[in-house]
């Protein structure tokens, strides 16, 4: 009988720049009520923890030891009841949040087809543009329930059934009206007592802004440009808060990352200007940390590669001297303008008491591009004939250490991956975060669970 499902997708709030966890808890008990939740560290060390489970009457405490990088503690306790929602919190050096979840203890001798997993089978593109989302079950339904949540993180289109409707291996695909659209989600229950439920996040957010000049072949920010990206740390303060307060109102633990990416255009050394994007990406995602902005920070250049506006070599073209500032849900997919490595500057911390919270936020709607951003088209300065232009884009060598993160394929367990980006990062065109509350390659999650974001949300960002 199968007793686990592989979470990929942690909610915890794991407050750690390197490396993060995973856990495995068993979504079907055994008939003698035999459960389990096994913490494993992975791409790094963890510090030792406490952990408290409470749920089906009793309260379980137990100490984690510190774990070296590929070890795993399990705790194991003994359900009383046939059905038990669980709340699991973890707190230790740089980690604090909780997660929810659902275990179901088997009847002896009764036939069971293990843990409801549920696949998702849609791209971003189906769910921003075409408003439709498809999942496929594996196990036979005895009822459903599929949510659509708005910006404001409430319910905006539900649609629920019954028995008889889908059978194992079926798809499911729901339609809904046009809305401001953060998070779809699909709830089931399977006739022998399975639970599944997964969650699709498209929410992604371009932070408008109007590039940085620099001075030819610098990487430092001066003192009459930093105004311009106070104004993108406010943006994207009032999208973590709008976040925070989703977060609040549907009972999750979502998640956010900002990448900063760094282009040029083709006036002199590519190689020169790739480090140059790359250092003053880098310069621009310092200044943003230095100022408060407390999810975890990543930063890339691109040099010459992914143009604005296609050129030959060697021109001077402004509108390819420009930097994105991205926050998401997950790293974006890559394309010919996103990098498929990033290099990590900072990890995820409490948010400030510093930083001015405010009084009304609201979450940006994936279906609409950000608006008042600029290329810095007009303001940038003459190209030098070595590479070293004069607008943002650029990168100097660096001590932090680069890294490729999961793909869409590593996250899910599947072998579809995300649509490629096919526009500019000031597009609408991005990426999808996905979080599967059942799990990659097993089991499913009790429906109790509300569940962050897939593969890249392994480190927690909110305490």
């Known amino acids: ?85 669980y709340t699991m919190e973890l707190a230790g050096p740089g980690i604090q949040g909780k997660t929810n979840f659902e275990i179901v203890k088997a009847t002896e001798g009764a036939k069971s087809t293990g843990p409801g997993r549920i696949i998702p089978k849609c791209s971003r593109e189906d769910i921003v543009d075409r408003r439709t989302a498809k999942f496929q079950v594996v196990f036979d339904v005895k009822s459903y329930e599929f949510n659509v949540y708005d910006t404001s993180g409430a319910v905006a289109h539900t649609k629920t059934g019954g028995s008889g409707e889908y059978g194992n291996g079926d798809i499911l695909e729901f339609t809904w009206p046009e809305l401001p659209l953060f998070m779809v989600e699909l709830k089931a229950v399977g006739e022998q007592g399975q ?32 105004p ?16 925070e307060r989703i977060n609040e109102a549907v009972g999750d633990n979502i998640t956010a990352q900002l990448y900063i990416i760094g282009y040029t255009d083709t006036v002199g050394n590519a190689g020169k200007n790739q480090k140059l994007s790359r ?10 940390k230095k100022k408060g902005i407390w999810c975890e920070i990543f930063y ?17 073209e402004a509108r390819n001297r420009r930097a994105a500032y991205i926050l998401t849900a997950q790293k974006p997919p890559p394309s010919g303008k996103i990098p498929a490595k990033w290099t990590q500057l900072a990890g995820a911390r409490k948010r400030p008491a510093n930083i001015k919270v405010p009084a009304t936020a609201t979450l940006s709607s994936p279906e609409l591009p950000a608006s008042d951003a600029s290329s810095g088209g007009g303001e940038s300065g003459s190209s030098g004939d070595s590479g070293e232009d004069s607008s943002v884009g650029g990168g100097t060598s660096d001590e932090g250490s680069e890294e490729t993160y999961d793909n869409w394929e590593d996250a899910l367990g599947n072998e579809e991956h995300p649509p490629s980006i096919e526009d500019e990062p000031g597009a609408t065109k991005k990426g999808c975060a996905v979080d599967p509350a059942s799990g990659t390659g097993a089991g499913g999650l009790g429906l109790a669970t509300l569940i962050g974001l897939v593969g890249l949300a392994r480190r927690r960002r909110r305490a």
């Open 228 to 243: 311009k990206v106070d104004k993108a740390f406010d943006a994207a303060v009032k999208e973590l808060v709008a976040l």
């Open 300 to 316: 890339a250049g691109m040099g010459e590669n992914g143009l604005a506006v296609p050129t030959g070599d060697n021109v001077d």
């Open 195 to 226: 639970t599944g439920a997964y969650r699709l996040v498209p929410w992604q957010v371009d932070i408008p802004h109007v590039d940085v000049i620099f001075d030819s072949g610098k990487a430092v920010i001066k003192e009459g440009e930093a």
């Open 1 to 85: 009988m199968p007793l686990a499902s592989n979470l990929a997708g942690l909610v915890l709030a794991v407050l750690l720049s390197a490396g993060g966890f995973s856990y495995t808890f068993s979504n079907e008990a055994r008939p003698t009520g035999e459960a389990f939740v096994e913490v494993s560290a992975k791409g790094g060390d963890l510090p030792a923890m406490d952990v408290t489970i409470k749920g089906d009457g009793q309260t379980i405490k137990k100490k984690v030891p510190p774990l070296k990088s590929g070890e795993k503690h399990r705790i194991d306790w003994v359900q009383q009841t046939p059905r038990a929602s």
């Open 279 to 288: 250092g003053r990406a880098k310069a621009i995602a310092e200044y943003f």
